[in-house]
């Protein structure tokens, strides 16, 4: 995961927007992707985007690509306690003609009231 | 429809032992990746298997090995286990290496303790 980067931590109060960013570095990377882990459960895909759209909405959640500067972003509307996770960026990437997705190591969200 | 199983959740190993982790994906996802996630790298992609072959390993070494049945159900294993080898092992399935989005289905992950 060491290619694509994420900031560790975010804080933001209850009823804040929250926005986790991302950069990745594979230019042919079809789809980007972000997933949620709350403790001690697995990783839950929240939303992807396909590499030729710039924005995606869906409910609370905001995802904006900008191809040229490989710069992803997810921001949540009303983020709520509940929202409390660590957020993963994830690109899909070509690899042995194959694709695998490559996470970056996750932001902390944290919630407070 | 049921998720991604994974067994055992918890397990406590000494060093120089082996482990096997079982995974059960979503009926009908024919494509089974690994992944190792600790604090200090995060989560790193172990391996791949679609239609029992091997399709991507990842950077680790041989002693981190695994293998796909046919009815699609993956076993990992790692022999002569270090410390350092402790970590939330998670599986993934999905319906294929190059099958749309590609979106991963995640187990809750066996974790593993080496003493």
């Known amino acids: 995961g060491e290619d694509v980067e994420q900031s560790l931590f975010l804080s933001v109060r209850e009823g804040d927007s929250s926005v986790i960013n991302c950069t990745y570095t594979?230019?042919?990377?079809?789809?980007l992707y972000w997933y949620k882990q709350e403790p001690g459960a697995g990783l839950q895909l929240l939303t992807y985007?396909?590499?030729?759209?710039d924005m995606k909405q869906d409910q609370r959640l905001t995802v904006l690509l900008n191809k040229k500067d490989k710069h992803l972003s997810l921001r949540i509307a009303d983020t709520q306690t509940g929202d409390s996770a660590i957020y993963f960026c994830?690109?899909?990437?070509?690899?042995?003609?194959?694709?695998?997705?490559?996470f970056g190591r996750g932001t902390s969200l944290i919630v407070h009231p | 429809k049921a998720g991604v199983t994974q067994t055992p959740r918890y397990l406590i190993k000494t060093r120089g032992q082996q482990v096997t982790l079982s995974c059960s994906p979503i009926s009908g996802h024919r494509s089974v990746s690994w992944y190792q996630q600790t604090p200090g790298q995060g989560l790193q992609f172990l391996f791949e298997y679609f239609s029992e072959t091997q399709r991507n390993k990842g950077n680790f070494p041989g002693r981190f090995s695994g293998r796909q049945f046919s009815n699609s159900r993956s076993e990992m294993n790692v022999s002569t286990l270090e410390l350092g080898d402790s970590a939330l092992y998670l599986c993934a399935s999905s319906l294929g290496p190059q099958t749309g989005s590609g979106e991963l289905f995640f187990g809750e992950g066996s974790r593993l303790t080496v003493l």
């Open positions: 994830a690109e899909k990437r070509v690899s042995g003609g194959s694709y695998i997705p490559t």
């Open positions: 594979d230019s042919s990377s079809t789809y």
């Open positions: 985007i396909f590499s030729n759209m």
